[in-house]
């Protein structure tokens, strides 16, 4: 996979941001940067199980997709379409995971979640995006 397709993966990831800023100073922002650990927060999968999301990741390369929930059609479209790069990322050895506020029962309740081949997580209590600097 060439570096463009990756780079532009990227740039669509922050596309599916919740934006939810809660009143904090400039100083008590943190986000996470260039060679950051990836916080020990938890993500709950579909079964409901709550696993650290850096365990889950097991040390492969990822791409995490934070995104507003299945309520959101543009949401909804566009991690349609990421399902056509799947088979080219897996080749790659980098696996995807989308992760939304939607409790994990709801994870796939619209028909065009429930056909992706890839992950979708949950991270209702909002633990992980905070970790990670987008809320």
């Given at each position: 996979?060439?570096?463009?397709?990756?780079?532009?993966?990227?740039?669509?990831?922050?596309?599916?941001?919740?934006?939810?800023?809660?009143?904090?100073?400039?100083?008590?922002?943190?986000?996470?940067?260039?060679?950051?650990?990836v916080p020990?927060?938890?993500?709950?999968?579909?079964?409901?199980?709550?696993?650290?999301?850096?365990?889950?990741?097991?040390?492969?390369?990822?791409?995490?997709?934070f995104y507003r929930g299945g309520w959101c059609p543009f949401c909804i479209k566009q991690l349609a379409q990421l399902n056509d790069i799947t088979e080219e990322l897996a080749a790659e050895g980098v696996q995807l995971i989308a992760i939304s506020t939607d409790l994990p029962?709801?994870?796939?309740?619209?028909?065009?979640?429930?056909?992706?081949?890839?992950e979708l997580a949950s991270d209702s209590t909002m633990e992980l995006s905070q970790a990670f600097g987008i809320v």
């Open positions: 996979m060439n570096r463009l397709k990756l780079n532009f993966l990227g740039v669509l990831s922050f596309s599916f941001l919740t934006l939810y800023i809660p009143k904090m100073s400039a100083d008590e922002m943190k986000h996470l940067g260039v060679g950051d650990t020990q927060e938890t993500i709950q999968l579909e079964t409901g199980e709550r696993v650290s999301l850096l365990d889950h990741l097991g040390g492969e390369p990822a791409i995490l997709i029962e709801k994870l796939k309740a619209k028909e065009k979640l429930s056909n992706l081949d890839y």
